[in-house]
């Protein structure tokens, strides 16, 4: 079975740096962490096909994140992914989510895949809503919030999370399924499989080669947080000292 | 701004009548129609499964051509119906929005980023499709006449529903505790546990956790279960124990007034993401905070 895999190479937020601005620049780009087990689950379910990383570059500027992109992707194939699509351009950094989402189908269709598999929601923008926007782009049913996971002669049998309830659901192939993180335990890549992972290809691709348009309507300006925690950390004294101290702070704030 | 809510309830119906124009309710069965009268302009009926977010996608696009901004509630179901919905109007999709005005023809909205450390202020043209973030839009919608009308649709769904498992309940309602002592893996076996039910006994609160307690070791069931997979709690004090504070964790704390934490290990993600941490172990300190707090309290 093909296998593509969305995986975001996101914005590493605990390395964020927030003062009076968002330094979204100096960030450094990580896997995001529920991709990690989208892609764990390719690698049980491909078989002897192949299973493919894909991935759009949202964050700029452009010529240094498009290499740090590229390691990033390294990692994912260092975990048992065949092949790595990174769409670097322009117009797609900070872009609306439609074009992300025009951009990864075409990936898809251009590799061939008979399911995508991503994670539920990004650490960066954690919107959670490619899957479905992927799937509605390439005509697929979707399959979202999966904890568990099982094909079988074309169809896909699911155990979606909800809210209240387990949804046990089935679609026939193609589908497009995001994985929650308790779908598997995302393994840690060998020195060994790393090293090989240096030799698999990465492709860069741009819109143009993807025969994509896009028209850019969503703006976004970031600023910190504004409710800020207090960040107040008893260290000292003995555990007596620490309780009481923390009760008193409690107090203070009326929560007790 | 002319909205459609899909799978309305009165704070979505509420944030969509603060926009300004017509108010529709898209509803699944004359009983919904029912409810939302007196508070939509339109009750819009379509006879579709709500459970298939593929057939409700269906008539939400069907219905939403009249309408600028289309309203879901921040569900999972609700979101993906509104990645569906977004990618075939070729609209925006704003999710978890905090906020959200109508300023020169735009939609303008607010939502946490990047691990909540910052705010995402986001605008789009219509058309837009919304997630509203559960307890942010306070208020009542105003009283109108409603008409009802039918949504004809064929649709079929490539989803088949095979069963449904009810997760196990009981008197836990962490969204509406005051007080939470959560707890996460500092704690070492399972009967340790005790110590923080006594402690949400003698707050007078109750007993939340992170994803390792109920989703790998299943200490606790899942409605216990605090982040982002879990529920999303707003008590006046969340205090963290033995939870080193992942952000799908922190995710579902971040309405919290107060956030107290203890952990041993100083350089714990959560103490940048508490009002106030303690760095012990919480084998030490709990007893002794059990028994101070129970003293006081009588």
């Known amino acids: ?256 | 701004m002319k909205a459609l809510v899909v799978y309305p309830n009165r704070e979505l119906l509420y944030a969509a009548s603060t926009l300004g124009g017509e108010v529709a309710a898209l509803v699944f069965s004359e009983r919904e129609a029912e409810a939302v009268k007196g508070v939509a302009h339109r009750a819009l009926v379509a006879e579709v499964d709500p459970r298939l977010p593929d057939a409700v996608a269906e008539a939400v696009v069907k219905a939403a051509q009249s309408y600028q901004v289309v309203l879901l509630p921040s569900t999972k179901n609700g979101k993906t119906v509104g990645g569906l919905v977004a990618q075939r109007l070729g609209a925006e999709f704003l999710t978890d929005v905090l906020s959200l005005r109508v300023e020169g023809g735009v939609l303008k909205a607010e939502r946490y980023v990047f691990g909540n450390k910052a705010v995402a202020a986001v605008e789009a043209a219509p058309p837009v499709v919304v997630t509203v973030a559960p307890g942010r839009f306070q208020g009542q919608p105003p009283a109108v006449q409603t008409a009802v009308e039918k949504v004809a649709l064929q649709v079929g769904s490539k989803m088949k529903i095979v069963s449904v498992e009810e997760k196990a309940r009981g008197a836990v309602k962490l969204e509406e505790a005051e007080i939470i002592v959560s707890v996460g893996r500092g704690f070492k076996k399972k009967e340790d546990l005790q110590m923080a039910f006594e402690l949400a006994r003698v707050l007078g609160g109750q007993v939340g956790c992170s994803r390792p307690i109920a989703a790998d070791l299943k200490w606790l069931p899942e409605e216990h279960w605090v982040g982002l997979s879990g529920k999303k709690v707003k008590p006046k004090l969340y205090l963290a124990i033995g939870i080193s504070g992942q952000p799908q964790h922190i995710a579902g704390i971040l309405d919290s007034r107060i956030i107290a934490a203890i952990n041993n290990d100083p350089s714990a993600p959560i103490f940048q993401n508490a009002d106030y941490g303690v760095v012990e172990d919480l084998y030490k300190i709990v007893p002794i905070l059990i028994n101070k707090l129970s003293k006081t309290k009588g």
Request: net charge positive; charged share 30%; hydrophobic share 45%.
């Open chain 1, 1 to 256: 079975m093909k296998v593509a895999v969305l995986v975001k190479t996101a914005l590493d937020t605990g390395q964020l740096r927030v003062r009076d601005t968002v330094a979204t620049e100096e960030t450094p780009l990580k896997i995001s962490d529920i991709d990690r087990n989208a892609i764990e689950e390719a690698v049980k379910q491909k078989g002897q096909d192949k299973a493919y990383a894909v991935t759009v570059l949202k964050w700029g500027p452009l010529q240094k994140k498009a290499q740090e992109a590229e390691n990033v992707l390294r990692e994912a194939l260092a975990m048992g992914l065949d092949e790595a699509y990174l769409v670097a351009d322009e117009r797609l950094l900070n872009a609306s989510h439609m074009a992300t989402a025009k951009a990864l189908a075409a990936v898809v269709k251009k590799v061939g895949a008979d399911i995508v598999l991503a994670g539920e929601a990004t650490v960066d923008n954690y919107t959670g809503q490619m899957p479905a926007r992927v799937a509605a782009e390439l005509g697929w049913p979707v399959v979202t919030y999966v904890r568990e996971l099982k094909v079988e002669g074309g169809r896909l049998i699911a155990r979606r999370d909800l809210e209240d309830h387990v949804e046990v659901v089935e679609v026939q192939l193609p589908a497009v399924v995001s994985v929650t993180r308790e779908i598997n335990q995302p393994r840690i890549p060998t020195l060994l499989a790393i090293r090989a992972a240096m030799k698999k290809p990465v492709n860069r691709l741009t819109l143009a080669d993807l025969g994509v348009e896009v028209a850019p309507r969503i703006a976004a300006a970031y600023k910190p947080l504004v409710i800020q925690r207090k960040k107040v950390v008893i260290k000292d004294g003995t555990p007596e000292e620490k309780a009481e101290k923390l009760i008193q702070y409690l107090r203070q704030e009326g929560v007790i």
